[in-house]
């Protein structure tokens, strides 16, 4: 059974950090792009990050880049997350989801076959 969880969520101070994990169970991520979306309350799904099958290639929302790393390790079959400098706003669930390129259009949702049940992040003083 194909099956992404993502980890490392919780209740965070602005400016603290965070690192989520993606991990896969029932298959390999090495042959797949991987995509972190995030989703506010009363909001839409919204692409956060993405990464190439080889790491090769990353792209970033504009809201979080210069404060959001991904990065992956295939050997451990995750997709990490670094979230540094976390702002209120930052606020969502986070979703990892496989399985689309990394390049122009990454952000849409349709591209992506499968998802995890996402983790709540809390930015909050």
């Known amino acids: 059974q194909l099956q992404l969880v993502e980890s490392g969520g919780g209740l965070v101070q602005p400016g603290g950090s965070l690192r989520l994990s993606c991990a896969a169970s029932g298959f390999t991520l090495d042959y797949y792009g991987i995509g972190w979306f995030r989703q506010a309350p009363g909001k839409e799904r919204e692409g956060v990050s993405c990464?190439?099958?080889?790491?090769?290639?990353?792209n970033y929302a504009d809201s979080v880049k210069g404060r959001f790393t991904i990065s992956r390790d295939n050997a451990k079959n995750t997709v990490y997350l670094q979230m540094n400098s976390l702002k209120p706003e930052d606020t969502a669930v986070y979703y990892c989801?496989?399985?689309?390129?990394?390049?122009?259009?990454?952000?849409?949702?349709?591209?992506?076959?499968?998802w995890g049940q996402g983790t709540q992040v809390t930015v909050s003083s």
């Open positions: 990464i190439s099958s080889n790491g090769g290639t990353t």
């Open positions: 989801a496989v399985d689309a390129p990394c390049s122009g259009g990454w952000d849409r949702l349709g591209w992506y076959d499968y």
